[in-house]
């Protein structure tokens, strides 16, 4: 089974791109995917953008930082 992707791209005007949080069941708290997504994101950006939306999928926009991914790391 594919994983649904964790943050969802979209250009839904000219100049304007959309960022989804795609993890819902975890109240889109950030793992270390999602915010290396974020972030490849932010560097690769097209030199047309002018303004970047983040919004969420589900109830929460975002928990924070998830602390069960966090818990391996030193």
């Not at 964790?6 to 795609?22: F, G, T």
């Not at 972030?39 to 970047?52: C, M």
Request: charged share 20%; proline share 7%.
């Amino acid at each position: 089974m594919v994983e649904p992707a964790l943050l969802l791209v979209e250009i839904p005007a000219p100049h304007v791109l959309l960022l989804r949080l795609n993890r819902p069941e975890a109240a889109n708290a950030l793992n270390t995917t999602l915010a290396t997504a974020i972030h490849e994101t932010f560097q690769n950006l097209p030199e047309t953008t002018r303004a970047v939306v983040i919004t969420a999928n589900g109830r929460h926009f975002c928990a924070g930082a998830d602390l069960k991914d966090r818990k391996g790391m030193t």
